[in-house]
């Protein structure tokens, strides 16, 4: 089993900035892309930020150049520093891990992060 917490959401005020963390944890043989995702009020879940296991990363073009996505593939980590935040930031965010449980298993599954609110006041 393999389970995913979140960290570092709160409230803050617009141009501020926050720092999410999410740590996997369970039975772990590798991790590939890993992933913050968010659900603004009344919406769909997006995409935000991705990063491959070798460290490439890809934007939502809404974030791009204020949203930074790291991980630290030792600790099954990953990273969102979120600078000059917006109110439209304002949404619940979401990480996603591909995991590939035990070496014996060909494929990599899903796992979600509880999630954690992100509020951006004006």
């Known amino acids: 089993q393999v389970r995913l917490v979140e960290s570092g959401g709160g409230l803050v005020q617009a141009g501020g900035s926050l720092s999410l963390s999410c740590a996997a944890s369970?039975?772990?043989?590798?991790?590939?892309?890993m992933a913050w995702y968010r659900q603004p009020p009344g919406k769909e879940r997006e995409l935000v930020a991705r990063?491959?296991?070798?460290?490439?990363?890809d934007y939502a073009d809404s974030v791009k150049g204020r949203f930074t996505i790291a991980r630290d593939n030792a600790k099954h980590t990953v990273y969102l520093q979120m600078d000059s935040l917006k109110q439209e930031d304002t949404a619940v965010y979401y990480c996603?891990?591909?995991?590939?449980?035990?070496?014996?298993?060909?494929?990599?599954?899903?796992?979600w992060g509880q999630g954690t609110q992100v509020t951006v006041s004006s």
């Open positions: 369970g039975t772990i043989f590798g991790v590939n892309d």
């Open positions: 996603l891990a591909q995991v590939q449980p035990t070496i014996a298993q060909h494929r990599v599954y899903d796992y």
């Open positions: 990063i491959s296991s070798g460290g490439y990363t």
